[in-house]
């Protein structure tokens, strides 16, 4: 599998989990706010798995970490009003810096170890 399809699948696992987060606040009837969790997030587990097979556990983790982080915080700002403060860009801005060194030295190390 191609190490982008190891990034979607790893945004995609991000995606999941901060949707899952949200209905958990957004839907009145228990049912279905109880079910849409379960859903997201057994898709989320499944994207994440997907992702392993092309990334490192690093890679994966963090990549789905910063999907999931970025995510929940447009959510917040988007459905349900909350402020995002200018300190949240400059950490969602790090957290994206982080995954990039960290994609680029893994790639580097495996490179130089063949």
Avoid: H
Wanted: net charge positive; proline share 4%.
């Amino acid at each position: 599998m191609a190490r982008g399809g190891g990034y979607g699948w790893a945004l995609a696992a991000g995606l999941n989990a901060a949707l899952a987060a949200v209905s958990a606040k957004f839907f009145a009837p228990p049912l279905l706010k109880y079910s849409m969790v379960i859903l997201f997030n057994v898709t989320m587990w499944g994207c994440y798995v997907n992702s392993l097979k092309a990334l490192s556990s690093l890679q994966a983790t963090v990549t789905n970490f910063a999907a999931n982080f970025i995510s929940s915080g447009l959510a917040g700002y988007f459905l349900f009003e909350e402020p995002l403060p200018s300190k949240w860009f400059v950490g969602a801005s790090l957290i994206i810096v982080g995954v990039f060194i960290l994609s680029k030295s893994s790639i580097e190390k495996k490179l130089n170890s063949d």
